[in-house]
Nanobody
């Protein structure tokens, strides 16, 4: 069992930065690949980025590549999402997710994760 709690969301102007945190509980955290997804009002939940259990592999959606960076600290049971050069279209509720998968590419499917956090709101004003 893994419980996930996101934090770090807020309101920021376009071009600004935010850092999201996903704190996990459970002894099996280090076995899980982790991902961030987001959902804007009226839209489906979409994949943002994933990281392997070791942190050695990452995969980004094209829309955030070069602007967002995911990392993890297994000793602290925490995943981070550094978001730079934010755009109004990045506005959404951001969710942290965990799954035991052989390839992080599988995590691009929102039906894959075994565990989800409650989400944190990110609002980017123009």
């Amino acid at each position: 069992q893994v419980e996930l709690v996101e934090s770090g969301g807020g309101l920021v102007q376009a071009g600004g930065s935010l850092r999201l945190f996903c704190a996990a509980s459970g002894r099996t955290f280090s076995r899980h690949a982790m991902g961030w997804f987001r959902q804007a009002p009226g839209k489906e939940r979409e994949f943002v980025v994933a990281i392997s259990w070791s942190g050695g592999s990452t995969y980004y959606a094209d829309s955030v590549k070069g602007r967002f960076t995911i990392s993890r600290d297994n000793a602290k049971n925490t995943v981070y999402l550094q978001m730079n050069s934010l755009k109004p279209e990045d506005t959404a509720v951001y969710y942290c997710a965990a799954a035991v998968v052989r390839s992080i590419f599988i995590l691009t499917d929102p039906s894959t994760p075994d565990y989800w956090g409650q989400g944190t709101q990110v609002t980017v004003s123009s």
